[in-house]
């Protein structure tokens, strides 16, 4: 029913803009261009997704190092806002839940911004920016877009079209061009919290982990459950780990997995190998994580916490494309795949077919992840 609702509302002010349009550009057209060196920019990346948000990175560090003086905005819900909340390229958050619709646009006329860029393509984006009176509008576009975007994105002045299976960070890097920033090095960030870094101090003092232990760290959970490999399967894992290279485990996840976590360890919780991880923020992760010789999850936000601070990483994908988001591999990063060229049915921007999502997960076998841990702890 909420749901529901909200695609009402939406229709509803697409609507509104739309029979306002010719005002709102009136009122736009009045604005003077600033200068780059007067820049002010909001962002609007995929608002919850943790590993989107993560991918956006590269996009603040560019204007930072191209523009030092700009103004950076980020619009980003509550849930995923810890993961940016040290980032010192973003001079401010805005937290989406914090305002109503109309709150929010107010505030964005307020700000004055000149530019708006949005990464997560979505015709809620453009109608905060149409909306914001922003004077400079650029959005990521897509092929089968939805009706809500076909009717509305013609109102962004700067438009650059994703195509399907290319990699979704260096498209965000190219909107920049239209603020003339060339090549820019594609580079994820992660900042480290002040008391993130003595909570995990404390945390593995607590468990009794000595400077020349061997942490790994696992998520056994997913944002989306279809990627998910199977707790069992990692229990075993981490069991013959434990055997060959005597590593602590540390099962991560958020409050929510606590329950789940120590159901599947319940013959284990006494034993010093297994560490249950389940009281950090995603403003302290980062700290955890960086302490790891070892991370390993399905395609989920951990994991790309753990790829951008240079932690050694296993990804196993099950159904997503590998080549539109995932860490790139290389000598600190490997990615498992599903077997007998099975196609991906989990994407950025268009459905995929879910239900032969399980197919790709259940042909990775514990013996192919093993096989990554072997060249990783070896290395």
């Known amino acids: 029913m909420k749901e529901y609702k909200i695609k009402i509302r939406n229709i509803f002010i697409i609507l509104i803009t739309l029979i306002l349009s010719p005002f709102l550009f009136f009122l736009i057209n009045r604005k003077k ?13 995929q608002l919850t997704r943790i590993g989107d948000l993560i991918c956006s990175t590269p996009v603040f560090r560019a204007i930072k190092l191209s523009y030092p003086e700009s103004h950076l905005s980020v619009l ?13 390229r973003i001079n401010e958050i805005i937290i989406y839940e914090d305002y109503s619709f109309w709150a929010l646009t107010k505030k964005i006329r307020r700000e004055n911004f000149n530019w708006g860029f949005s990464l997560s393509a979505t015709s809620v984006s453009t109608i905060l920016f149409f909306l914001g009176l922003i004077k400079n509008r650029v959005k990521t576009t897509r ?54 870094n003595k909570k995990m101090v404390a945390f593995l ?19 989306n459950k279809i990627k998910e490999w199977g707790d069992g399967k990692f229990l075993s894992l981490a069991e013959t780990i434990i055997n060959k290279y005597k590593v602590k485990i540390f099962f991560l996840g958020s409050k929510k997995d606590e329950y789940r976590i120590k159901k599947l360890l319940e013959n284990k919780i006494r034993d010093k190998n297994y560490v249950i991880a389940t009281n950090f923020s995603l403003e302290d992760l980062p700290s955890l994580i960086k302490s790891f010789s070892l991370f390993m999850s399905a ?30 591999e290389d000598q600190n990063t490997l990615r498992v795949l599903p077997t007998n060229n099975i196609e991906p049915t989990s994407f950025v921007f268009k459905e995929g077919n879910k239900e032969k999502s399980k197919e790709a997960v259940e042909s990775i076998s514990i013996e192919m992840v093993l096989d990554a841990v072997d060249k990783l702890l070896k290395i």
Do not use: C, M
């Open 33 to 45: 261009n600033n200068e780059n060196k007067d820049l002010k920019i909001l962002i609007i990346p």
């Open 76 to 88: 980003v819900s509550n849930k995923a806002s810890g993961i940016i909340k040290d980032n010192t």
């Open 143 to 196: 092929e089968n877009k939805p009706i809500t975007e076909k009717i509305t994105d013609w109102l962004n002045n700067f438009k650059l079209l994703y195509k399907n299976y290319t990699y979704l960070p260096k498209h965000h890097l190219d909107l920049l061009k239209f603020i003339n920033i060339t090549n820019p090095e594609e580079k994820k960030e992660i900042f480290f919290s002040h008391e993130g």
């Open 205 to 223: 003092k607590e468990n009794n982990v000595l400077e020349r232990d061997k942490l790994v760290g696992i998520s056994i959970s997913a944002g």
């Open 299 to 328: 395609d989920t936000g951990p994991l790309y916490i753990a790829n951008a601070i240079n932690i050694p990483t296993i990804n196993i994908i099950g159904p997503v494309d590998p080549r539109e988001q995932p860490p790139k």
